[in-house]
C-alpha cells in the first residue's frame, strides 16, 4: 500500500461497562441481568455496545450514563449490597443480648416491600474480591474529594464486617474452653456457597486466630483443597499484625479432610461458616456423642438437628 493509506487518522472512544456478575451465577446473570450499564461520552460509540447487547437484552434493560456515572454505580452498588450484610450482622449481636430470634427480625424487616429481604442472611461476614475492595475505593474516592464524613460512614461497613469476624471468633474460642475442648471442626472455607474462591473469606480470619490461640482446627470445604487452605494462612500471616512465626507453628495443628463423616469424629464441636447444601443435608441426628454446632450462617433448620446438639 502506499504510505499515505496509513496516514488515515484513527478514532477510538472509551466506554465504560462494569459487570454485575455474581460468582456460582455468573453465566445467568450475564444472559438475564438485572440491567445493563454503559457509561461514555460519545453518542455513537455508546449506540454501537447498545447495538451489540440487544441481541438477547431488551432494550429497557440497557441503561446509559456519563463516564463517572458508571464507575461509581458500580462500586456504590456493591457498598450497598455489603452494608446490608453488615448491618444484619450487627443486629445478631443485639438479637443475642435481648434473646431475639434473628431469623424471625430479618423476616419481619425483610417484608416491608420498602426494604425487601435479599442480603439480610446472617453470617461471620462478607468476603469475596469486590466488597471490601470497592468500598475502600470509594473510600478513597471521597477523601480525596475532602469529603471525610462520607468516607468514614462507608469505612464503617468495613469495620462493622472485621467486628463481626472477631465475633464469631471470641464465640467459638468461649465454647471451647468452657467445654475444655482443644479441637474444633471448621465445615466452609469459601466466602460463599457454590464456589471455591476464598479471597477475603472469614474463614480464614477465625481459622488463623483460632490457631494463634493453639486451638487445633479440622477443616473440610467440598470445593477447596488443602493447599489453597494453607496458601491462604500463609498469605493472611503476612499481612497480619502479629506474624505467626511464618505460619510453621500451625501446620501441625491444622488438619484438612475430604469428607464431613470423615471429620465429623474429629472433635465434639463445630463451627459452620459456609452455607454449604452438603451441610444441611448431612444426618446430624446420628451423631450419638455430645456434640455442639455453631451455625454462623444460622443455615441448619431445628428439623434438621436435635435440640441437644446446639
Given amino acids: 500500500k502506499e504510505e499515505s493509506d496509513f496516514e488515515e487518522k484513527k478514532t477510538f472512544s472509551v466506554l465504560s461497562n462494569p459487570e454485575f456478575l ?16 454503559i457509561g461514555g461520552d460519545e453518542p455513537k460509540a455508546i449506540s454501537a455496545l447498545c447495538d451489540i447487547y440487544k441481541n438477547w437484552i431488551e432494550e429497557s434493560k ?9 464507575e461509581l454505580s458500580k462500586l456504590i452498588a456493591n457498598a450497598f449490597l455489603a452494608q446490608r450484610i453488615s448491618s444484619i450482622n450487627s443486629v445478631t449481636a443485639l438479637c443475642e443480648a435481648t434473646g431475639a430470634n434473628i431469623s424471625e427480625v430479618a423476616m419481619a424487616v425483610g417484608s416491608d416491600s420498602r426494604i425487601g429481604n435479599n442480603f ?12 471490601k475492595k470497592d468500598i475502600l475505593n470509594l473510600v478513597y474516592l471521597c477523601k480525596s474529594f475532602g469529603l471525610n464524613e462520607v468516607a468514614e460512614y462507608w469505612y464503617q461497613v468495613v469495620k462493622i464486617n472485621e467486628y463481626q469476624k472477631n465475633r464469631v471468633y471470641n464465640i467459638a474460642k468461649d465454647i471451647l474452653k468452657k467445654e475444655k475442648i ?34 487445633r482446627i479440622h477443616v473440610y470445604d467440598p470445593l477447596i483443597e488443602e493447599n489453597k487452605i494453607i496458601l491462604d494462612l500463609e498469605n493472611f500471616d503476612k499481612t497480619a ?7 510453621k507453628r500451625f501446620i501441625s495443628q491444622l488438619n484438612v479432610y475430604n469428607s464431613i463423616k470423615e471429620i465429623i469424629t474429629k472433635s465434639n464441636v463445630c463451627i459452620i461458616l459456609t452455607e454449604c447444601d452438603e451441610f444441611k443435608n448431612f444426618n446430624w441426628k446420628k451423631i ?20 441437644k446438639l446446639i
Fill in 22 to 37: 455474581a460468582e456460582g451465577t455468573a453465566i445467568d446473570d450475564l444472559i438475564n441481568p438485572d440491567r445493563v450499564l
Fill in 62 to 70: 440497557i441503561i446509559t450514563t456519563n463516564l463517572w456515572s458508571s
Fill in 120 to 131: 439480610l442472611k446472617p453470617g461471620p461476614g462478607f468476603g469475596g474480591s469486590c466488597f
Fill in 182 to 215: 482443644n479441637d474444633i471442626i471448621i465445615l466452609g472455607w469459601a466466602f460463599k456457597k457454590n464456589t471455591n474462591d476464598s479471597r477475603e473469606s472469614a474463614s480464614i480470619h477465625i481459622a488463623y486466630k483460632l490457631l494463634k490461640e493453639g486451638f
Fill in 241 to 247: 499484625e502479629v506474624q505467626f512465626d511464618n505460619c
Fill in 288 to 307: 450419638s456423642k455430645p456434640f455442639h454446632i455453631f451455625d454462623s450462617r444460622n443455615y441448619l433448620s431445628k428439623n434438621v438437628i436435635s435440640n
